[in-house]
């Protein structure tokens, strides 16, 4: 096999696209920790805001209601931010001894060094595909599963925040009522 243009091509491709893998993977990791840092905050505050009355009876059931789906829906997302963060198996380069390691054997076993050249250069794309393939799986799972994680996140964020604002309506309201009779 010679050293063509297009396995120079094909070899440059699949080393960065493996270190784009791996570093995607970084990437949502970085993400699902900081959907983490919102699930525990938020689920701090519907905490607090079980405790909270409403205005009415109705309108405390309303609240509470808003809240006992909320936190169903934060811990749903907990538990997927635990399962795309969990250790995964990416496949990784080898390191540099034992390339020279494995290089030494093969100029042992095949003695021509343009023979050995080529063998590296072979082998070496068709682990970097494999690489490729393998961390990729790893990656769209992952990006699945946060996928689901911020829709959950999304959906306990509107309860809770709908929630807040309406509190925070209901305490302001005296002061703006006051302040418009006043003027």
């Not at 805001?49 to 309303?62: A, N």
């Not at 829709?151 to 309506?169: E, Q, T, Y």
Request: glycine content about 6%; hydrophobic content about 50%; charged content about 20%.
């Amino acid at each position: 096999m010679p050293l063509n243009d297009l396995f120079k091509w094909r070899l440059e491709s699949a080393q960065k696209y493996d270190d784009s893998e791996r570093g995607l993977g970084d990437v949502l990791d970085v993400k699902a920790s900081v959907a983490l840092v919102a699930v525990t905050f938020l689920a701090g505050v519907s905490a607090q805001l079980i405790t909270v009355q409403g205005e009415s009876p109705l309108w405390s059931k309303v609240q509470l209601t808003a809240q006992l789906v909320a936190l169903p829906l934060l811990a749903a997302a907990g538990a997927l931010i635990v399962a795309e963060l969990w250790p995964k198996g990416y496949a990784s380069l080898p390191t540099p001894k034992q390339d020279a390691d494995w290089i030494e054997r093969l100029n042992k076993e095949l003695g021509d060094n343009t023979a050995v050249m080529e063998k590296v250069l072979s082998q070496k794309l068709s682990s970097a595909v494999t690489r490729v393939e393998h961390n990729k799986q790893l990656n769209d799972r992952k990006s699945r599963l946060l996928g689901w994680i911020f829709s959950l996140l999304a959906g306990a964020m509107v309860l809770i925040l709908g929630n807040l604002i309406f509190l925070a309506l209901r305490a302001t309201s005296p002061v703006l009522k006051s302040l418009f009779k006043c003027g």
